[in-house]
T-cell receptor, first 112, second 117 residues
Framework: LAKTTQPISMDSYEGQEVNITCSHNNIATNDYITWYQQFPSQGPRFIIQ???TKVTNEVASLFIPADRKSSTLSLPRVSLSDTAVYYC?????????????FGQGTTLQVKP | EPEVTQTPSHQVTQMGQEVILRCVPISNHLYFYWYRQILGQKVEFLVSFYNNEISEKSEIFDDQFSVERPDGSNFTLKIRSTKLEDSAMYFC???????????????FGPGTRLTVL
């Protein structure tokens, strides 16, 4: 599974757009890029998944450049409740078990 | 919305005792997982389970650990002889699909906090 690198922490203010970038230089051809969110004392929760270009859902957008060596999770107009750890995960194209390998994630602190 | 449930929410045990953590995955899911998270650390994969057998396990999942799907709804993690370092939050997860390029959203339960004294 491809190694990912993302900032340890980020601060933002309510109402701002937050962009968290993840580097995955050795992503494989069949790998997908997935982001999970984790609140304190809760299990991770799926946010968004993509393979290339742009994916948008009701929660976030995921931007993936043509070379796929990085990706950016965009959270529009964050609120205090978006304070959480955000994980970028890459893999599954060549995995046959579906296990998720979490890094340290990015701790997003949203301030009033 | 269907969800993964776990019981108990908190388990306190003495070192050397056996514990069984229980999970009820989402009913139409076929793939089941256990993860753990030591306080302040990252989420770690323990084991994946499909078609009534382990499909992959990590180096953490040694002989002290076992998993079972005793009936059509429950999925359990047993730790035979707990150690202090087993203290962690244990998360169960399930998914419709496995991997191989398919959509693989895993749904996590709320976790069981295991405290070994």
């Amino acid at each position: 599974l491809a190694k990912t690198t993302q900032p340890i922490s980020m601060d933002s203010y309510e109402g701002q757009e937050v962009n968290i970038t993840c580097s995955h230089n050795n992503i494989a051809t069949n790998d997908y890029i997935t982001w999970y969110q984790q609140f304190p004392s809760q299990g991770p929760r799926f946010i968004i998944q993509g393979y290339k270009t742009k994916v948008t859902n009701e929660v976030a957008s995921l931007f993936i450049p043509a070379d796929r060596k990085s990706s950016t999770l965009s959270l529009p107009r964050v609120s205090l409740s978006d304070t959480a750890v955000y994980y970028c995960l890459v893999g599954w194209g060549s995995s046959n078990t579906g296990k998720l390998i979490f890094g340290q994630g990015t701790t997003l602190q949203v301030k009033p | 919305e269907p969800e993964v449930t776990q019981t108990p929410s908190h388990q306190v045990t003495q070192m050397g005792q056996e514990v069984i953590l229980r999970c009820v995955p989402i009913s139409n899911h076929l793939y089941f997982y256990w993860y753990r998270q030591i306080l302040g650390q990252k989420v770690e994969f323990l084991v994946s389970f499909y078609n009534n057998e382990i499909s992959e396990k990590s180096e953490i999942f040694d002989d002290q650990f076992s998993v079972e799907r005793p009936d059509g709804s429950n999925f359990t993690l047993k730790i035979r002889s707990t150690k202090l370092e087993d203290s962690a939050m244990y998360f169960c997860a399930s998914s419709e699909a496995g991997a191989g390029g398919t959509y693989n959203e895993q749904f996590f339960g709320p976790g069981t906090r295991l405290t070994v004294l």
